[in-house]
C-alpha cells in the first residue's frame, strides 16, 4: 500500500504553482518577462525566492493578468489552469511508471518530478484513474500510468531498474566482444564514421548500422551482408528459433526474470532468444 498521502496548504500551492509556472515553455517569449516583472513587484528581485504570502500575492497579480485579455493572457491562463490540474492530481510521494503498452521495465518518479510532466503535458493528456493513478497520454497509441507506491516497493523497483540495467551493460560488452572482431564498429569520435552500432536503452542493447554523415553506406548494411553476418555471428552463441519479422534491429531485453533477445532487420529475418536471467547474462 502506498504511504498517506501529501496535502498542500493554499500557500504552499502557490509556492509551488509559482515555481512550475517559471518552469514552463511559452510560445509567447515574451511571457517568462512578464511573470519576472510580477515577481520584482511583490519582492524586489526575480532571483529571490518570495514568502508564502508574496507567492500568493504574485498568484492573484497573475491571475488578473490572465483575465485581462493583454498579449499571452490566454497562453498564460491555460498554462496555470494546467498547472493547477497537475497539483490537484498529484497526492503522493512516490509513483511507479509503467508504459502501455508495456515497453521496458518499470521505473519510479517522485512527486515533483510528476508535477513537471504532468504540469508539461496539460490537462487534455493527464486523466485521474483508479487509487490515485495518473494516466499521461502520450503521442501515437502508448500511454504511460503513474500508480502511487510505497518506500519499500520503490526501493524493489528501483533495485530490479539498477540490476536490468547492470545485466544491460554486461550484456552489451559481450555483444561488442562477439562482433568487433569480425566487423567494422561504429566510431563515435568521428563525424564521417560508420559501422554497427552497440547501444544500450534502459534494459534493452541494439545492434544497428550507424551511417553519420554517410548515410550511402547503409548499402552495406542491408544489402552488403554485414546484417546477416552480424545475425549469424549472434546466433552462433544461442539456441534460435527463426521467424519473419519487419524489425530493424538486434534487441535484447531484460523482463520478468529472463533476457529476450530479438533480432529484427526490415523484411529479414527476427531470431528471439530467451535464456534465464540472473544477473550475469550468458553469451
Known sequence: MP???FTLSPSSSSQLELRLLRRATFAAAYLPQVIDFVVRG??????????DQEAEQIHRHLVRYAASGQPGAQELAHTMLDIRHAIDLVRHELYRAAAVPGVGLDLVVSASRLLELAAAAGCDRVLPAQGGALVLAESGERSTVYRPVSAAEAREVRVAARTAKEGAIRLHERVVEALSPHVRMANWSKEEGFGVAVDIERDTVSVQWWPASLPETRAM???GGIRQLCKNLLSASFLTT???DSGQALQCRVSKGKVVITWSGRG????????????????
Open 221 to 223: 548494411w542491408e544489402q
Open 42 to 51: 511583490a519582492v524586489g528581485s526575480e532571483f529571490t525566492d518570495p514568502s
Open 268 to 283: 529479414a529475418v527476427s531470431v528471439p532468444i530467451s535464456l534465464p536471467y540472473s544477473g550475469h547474462p550468458r553469451l
Open 3 to 5: 504511504d498517506t498521502p
Open 242 to 244: 527463426e521467424t519473419v
